[in-house]
């Protein structure tokens, strides 16, 4: 194989994958107009049209599709193999890239980030804050983060975190006149800042549990935020209650900057999981971040499902 068809082949599988010139561009380290014309090229000297174009989009023909499903197991197999190379390192070196919510930077990776990027100088970590489901297969990521609830059954699963528990709060000022909820029914008379699903479009439903009975309530407020952090915020500023994460809210919660409600009602989720599919050859990088990140229990807990890295 003569070394330009090496790149073209390589090219192609970036555009197909990011759906974007722009974007496969950036992670290749060249110019849209230089990757256009590379594509170009390829296209001419096969003579099928592997990529539809429009202004808006850019997505892959029907033998563009099997080119993919063709070559691209092979690609993801020079680049494991490569990885695996650094295994005769003395240190792990190498990129990490996980897609995760932003509520996780904070929870589980703040805390551990800096000893894990001290331990390991060679080893560059990118966390990508994305609140919806993101295919992590096609998006080249190592791994994805999510509550152990929402972890496909086909991926490995690796607690990183604790259990989640939950907690609505407001700040004094807003509670100044207005009284306080006893049950979730009535947050229908106050104002409660939603949370837009990236996924979906629609608006979470704030989740409670009760003697066994587990149930969701839809809120209305006047603000709605796509994180949680900001939402943190509008509670603190008196905008209304807001329904997060009790580890995020903790300390204003004994500085007395925020007062939980409904406490009796707060479910608690499976902690976060770093979840991935199952690969022959996971980079040194990797197998490092995962037990580095790997969330130890005294006793019982849920176990890790399939083959850990």
Same mark, same amino acid.
């Given at each position: 194989?003569?070394?330009?068809?090496?790149?073209?082949?390589?090219?192609?599988?970036?555009?197909?994958?990011?759906?974007?010139?722009?974007?496969?561009?950036?992670?290749?380290?060249?110019?849209?107009?230089?990757?256009?014309?590379?594509?170009?090229?390829?296209?001419?000297? +096969?003579?099928?049209?592997? +990529?539809?174009?429009?202004?808006?989009?850019?997505?892959?023909?029907?033998?563009?599709?099997?080119?993919?499903?063709?070559?691209?197991?092979?690609?993801?197999?020079?680049?494991?193999?490569?990885?695996?190379?650094?295994? +005769?390192?003395?240190?792990?070196?190498? &990129?990490?890239?996980?897609?995760?919510?932003?509520?996780?930077?904070?929870?589980?990776?703040? *805390?551990?980030?800096?000893?894990?990027?001290?331990?390991?100088?060679?080893?560059?970590?990118?966390?990508?804050?994305?609140? $919806?489901?993101?295919?992590?297969?096609?998006?080249?990521?190592?791994?994805?983060?999510?509550?152990?609830?929402?972890?496909?059954?086909?991926?490995?699963?690796?607690?990183?975190? *604790?259990?989640?528990?939950?907690?609505?709060?407001?700040?004094?000022?807003?509670?100044?006149?207005?009284?306080?909820?006893?049950?979730?029914?009535?947050?229908?008379?106050?104002?409660?800042?939603?949370?837009?699903?990236?996924?979906?479009?629609?608006?979470?439903? =704030?989740?409670?549990?009760?003697?066994?009975?587990?149930?969701?309530?839809?809120? &209305? $407020?006047?603000?709605?935020?796509? &994180?949680?952090? *900001?939402?943190?915020?509008?509670?603190?500023?008196?905008?209304? +209650?807001?329904?997060?994460?009790?580890?995020?809210?903790? =300390?204003?919660?004994?500085?007395?900057?925020?007062?939980?409600?409904?406490?009796?009602?707060? *479910?608690?989720?499976?902690?976060?999981?770093?979840?991935?599919?199952?690969?022959?050859?996971?980079?040194?990088?990797?197998?490092?971040?995962?037990?580095?990140?790997?969330?130890?229990?005294?006793?019982? $807990?849920?176990?890790?499902?399939?083959?850990?890295?």
């Amino acid at each position: 194989m003569r070394r330009d068809e090496f790149t073209e082949m390589r090219a192609f599988l970036e555009v197909a994958r990011e759906r974007s010139f722009t974007r496969a561009a950036a992670r290749l380290g060249v110019t849209r107009s230089a990757l256009s014309h590379t594509i170009r090229a390829f296209e001419e000297r +096969l003579g099928v049209r592997l +990529l539809a174009r429009t202004t808006r989009d850019v997505a892959p023909t029907p033998a563009g599709e099997r080119l993919v499903e063709r070559i691209g197991p092979h690609f993801e197999g020079i680049a494991a193999e490569i990885s695996a190379i650094g295994a +005769l390192r003395d240190m792990p070196s190498g &990129n990490v890239r996980i897609v995760c919510p932003d509520d996780a930077v904070e929870m589980v990776f703040r *805390p551990r980030l800096p000893a894990f990027l001290q331990e390991y100088p060679d080893v560059n970590v990118e966390l990508i804050i994305d609140n $919806g489901f993101t295919n992590i297969v096609e998006k080249q990521f190592d791994a994805g983060v999510r509550l152990g609830e929402l972890v496909a059954r086909d991926m490995v699963a690796v607690r990183i975190g *604790p259990d989640v528990s939950y907690a609505v709060v407001g700040s004094p000022a807003y509670f100044a006149s207005r009284s306080e909820p006893t049950t979730p029914q009535d947050l229908a008379d106050h104002n409660c800042v939603n949370l837009r699903l990236p996924t979906s479009g629609g608006l979470y439903a =704030w989740e409670f549990a009760k003697d066994s009975r587990e149930f969701s309530v839809r809120v &209305n $407020g006047q603000l709605t935020m796509s &994180n949680i952090e *900001p939402a943190i915020n509008a509670a603190l500023d008196g905008v209304g +209650l807001a329904y997060a994460p009790r580890d995020l809210v903790r =300390w204003h919660l004994e500085s007395g900057q925020l007062r939980e409600v409904l406490e009796d009602w707060m *479910p608690t989720f499976q902690g976060y999981h770093l979840y991935y599919p199952s690969r022959r050859n996971p980079s040194p990088a990797f197998a490092a971040f995962v037990e580095a990140f790997r969330h130890q229990r005294a006793e019982g $807990g849920r176990h890790d499902r399939g083959r850990s890295t």
